[in-house]
């Protein structure tokens, strides 16, 4: 069987409730992990970029370099294209999108050893109509070298 | 509070390992939903087409006609979308994949009412080069009106 | 020979000039499908969408729920796709565009069952810079089950 | 109103029966165009590059240089962008096609003068998995300068 | 060996520095070349458009009518498409750009003939995060007869 | 003005003489930096992939693990997207290509410092019909965080 993968753990917490989010944080960074999570409510793609490098600044999850934001960068755009499958894109095609983020960092999978540190970002939410009910979900996953 | 959508069910239902995964099927069958579950390892993107519509067929999840199985496809082109972020191709780029998928039908939101049924696909599994561990995770998942 | 799908039906409209239009909607009200013919002209693509939206609505061609007015977005956003051949923009490269739409509901091909009802979605219309005489035509088609 | 372009010369010669074709390519061949249609069945996208260029080269519509054959082929690669809105892919994807096409070259606008010739092509037909009645519609229009 | 392309000039004159700049013009105007080279710093993608635009129609490098205008517009997003590889988008994703620009129009390559005259469109710049350092290099190169 | 960056260096590297492409290499060795250069002729997009990867490989410019595999993948996947303008394909589209390549591992800019190094491809060549002449210039360009 495969091992837990970093972007598991990254699916698991943003799935989570919120109780059980913390118990999932507190097991994994015991393991030498970083993570965390928020939400962001949006018609502009960008303020999805905002939101998920804002949280990661925040907990100091990368270091203050082009070389690890650059990284950063790539991983939450790989989980845009994934939420958005194909083509990236809200309030030009009259969408907007309630999404919960969870970014998560260390090695590629448990107990693993891949030559370095990796970042994953996994975006869960629902997209669709500006109109109560009219939405359904979607998620995207993003991992990079870091 | 969201209530749970059938993409969370059928991210659950894929994350889970085989006890859990009875597990949720019981349940969520209690409430009217088809669920069903497998995996494919392949280097070539058609066979994650076959495999889920195969099962899907086999559990007479879908009916035998085209407007069905037009929904069916879309769910899982758009599910395929998201799991490989942008280019959709594996042996063209050196890459192969080992994936496990889950297939839910029902409603939209558990005890909601939007109109009929939806289906949705979620591929979650490594995708990398033919050589061992150098390969990450990915996920997607495609839901449509059926 | 093929049957006349509900794609021709749906391109012969849009193409017919305003006499020819109103021909061929009742021959086609008269086999059991619903049709609809506009305009729009934009730099936006939001207002195409919306455009085809509204006159979809005001014709109650599609029920209000959100099943059907998923698959109605999907059928105008593989439309838009084709339309744009690639890159869905206008304003964002200095493009405008002046089209006419026309959306077809009913069976697949004339007097065929596929196990439910379609609907197409076809734009036709002029794509270019700003600048009279600097466009050329486009066209694009859309089809879902509903 | 708009006068007549070259877009919509070629869908109209693509979309009428065999009769109606041979009126419509004497109309405009009067009016100094030329015209071609043809048609191919495949589950590879690359025979439908060959199967338009073979025609007009066996009419002689372009000049055998690379700068005539450069506009044609843009003009197919754009029509086959706008019949598979996306994601140019058949065998790939579990997909095959039977389609019919038209090219047309001549002037932008009949009667009009936008400073030199341009090719039109256009594709329609159906796209589906390989399974009777499992298919419906697609259209495609390339136009470049010449 | 290959022989000196449309697109090597080009290349050579964006990557050249101002001194050796004069001297490529120099050199390729006597063999019947037009060249020009700018720059823009943007957030915002149609600028670039407008800015290679702009200083095409300034140095009468295409005549003022639509034919050689598609064919620049053409090359153009031909050059952004590569410049972005993949998602071109700047304030929407977060990103701003600064970058240099070449224009050349004349024979596919030095002394050939291929049956008409050619326009490549090169960008040459830096693509970041609006904050000093945080940015890397990208290139597009769009080549169209003319 | 802006310092010498990694891509600049590539980009030289690629489009420079053999005699030329020596003094290169030599002078950003002395620099801290890597440099390979090759070349591929190919209908198949993947053994670009693997020509860049071997030539890598050879003279040991990346270690042998996941974490620096993973980000010259993604380094000539862009170069890849660049190359193609928007659909990676070749032999399904009846084009072949012969390309140089150029592989840069070092500092981001000469004499700068980002946090980490960085890794940049160029792949610089012909695409077209596979006849001779029918064919003209592209450029792709991949820089990514090692």
Request: hydrophobic share 40%.
């Amino acid at each position: 069987m495969k091992d837990t993968g970093i972007g598991k753990i990254a699916l698991n917490l943003v799935l989570a409730d919120e109780e059980t989010s913390q118990i999932i944080k507190g097991q994994y960074e015991n393991k030498g992990y970083s993570l965390v999570r928020g939400q962001v409510g949006t018609m502009d793609v960008k303020k999805i970029y905002a939101a998920v490098e804002t949280a990661v600044f925040r907990e100091d999850m990368i270091r203050e370099n082009y070389h690890e934001e650059h990284a950063l960068y790539h991983a939450i755009s790989e989980a845009i294209s994934g939420y958005f499958r194909g083509y990236v894109a809200l309030d030009t095609v009259l969408r907007t999108t309630g999404l919960e983020f969870a970014v998560v960092r260390g090695e590629l999978v448990v107990g693993g050893s891949s030559g370095g540190e990796w970042i994953a970002v996994v975006l869960y939410g629902f997209v669709g109509s500006p109109r109560r009910g009219f939405e359904h979900e979607a998620i995207g996953l993003g991992i990079q070298s870091i």
